[in-house]
């Protein structure tokens, strides 16, 4: 009689992806520590993967892993190896040795209004965030002229409009603004967020999936629009 107990399945899950580039592991605690503290829910318990690609030598793993902890991440993986040796120490510490994708194609962004684009407190970014990469607009708006790659991030403390395509991660109302939305061309997205309250992208692809979509907060729940 055959036994039931688990079952493998393959399925995608949202890894936030820290790019190291100085070996200093308090150094790198530190940065962590600032991000952090402009969505604190957001981040709190978030898996993590290491890219040490850049490094020149290879970091204690087992020390990095314990400051990532200290943070109140969950460190799972390492990613970037460039020998076996590497490798191997990522294992004994614990650690998945895992590889990225290659960058989509981004499309050409539609016109943004010029009222939005000189509204005061606004940050407006010029072309594409590629992944590995964040932009920030503290205490305003952020417009994005371009599409949002995967495993690229944008945060506002208020509301988002994304001129492209959303295939990364878009937190708005990173300080706790329930006021905020996030407005994009295409909705791909691997996260988002606003005020707190988010959803992955599993949830994501239903009715409003591929669509240009506005999202608001209801209560606490997320609410869609068609655009």
């Known amino acids: ?68 902890k200290a943070l109140d991440l969950v460190p799972v993986g390492i990613t970037g190896a460039k020998d076996d040796a590497t490798r191997a120490a990522a294992r004994a510490a614990g650690l998945a040795v895992v590889s990225t994708g290659k960058i989509p194609m981004q499309q050409e962004a539609p016109a943004a209004p010029a009222a939005l684009l000189n509204q005061p407190g606004t940050k407006v970014h010029r072309g594409p965030v590629r992944s590995g990469q964040q932009v920030y607009a503290p205490n305003g708006s952020l417009v994005i002229l371009g599409s949002v790659s995967n495993g690229a991030e944008v945060i506002a403390d208020e509301s988002i409009h994304i001129y492209g395509q959303l295939r990364g991660r878009a937190v708005a109302g990173a300080k706790g603004n329930e006021s905020a939305r996030i407005y994009c061309q295409q909705l791909m997205a691997e996260l988002i967020s606003v005020a707190g309250h988010y959803q992955l992208s599993d949830g994501l692809q239903g009715a409003n999936w591929e669509q240009p979509v506005t999202i608001s907060l209801a209560g606490e729940q997320l609410k869609f629009d068609r655009l």
């Open 1 to 68: 009689m055959a036994e039931h107990g688990i079952e493998l399945k393959g399925s995608s899950f949202t890894l936030s992806v820290v790019h190291m580039t100085d070996g200093d592991i308090q150094r790198v605690k530190r940065q962590l520590a600032e991000k952090i503290a402009l969505a604190p829910a957001f981040f709190r318990a978030a898996p993590l993967v290491i890219n040490i690609e850049k490094l020149l030598q290879t970091p204690d793993f087992t020390a990095l892993a314990d400051a990532l």
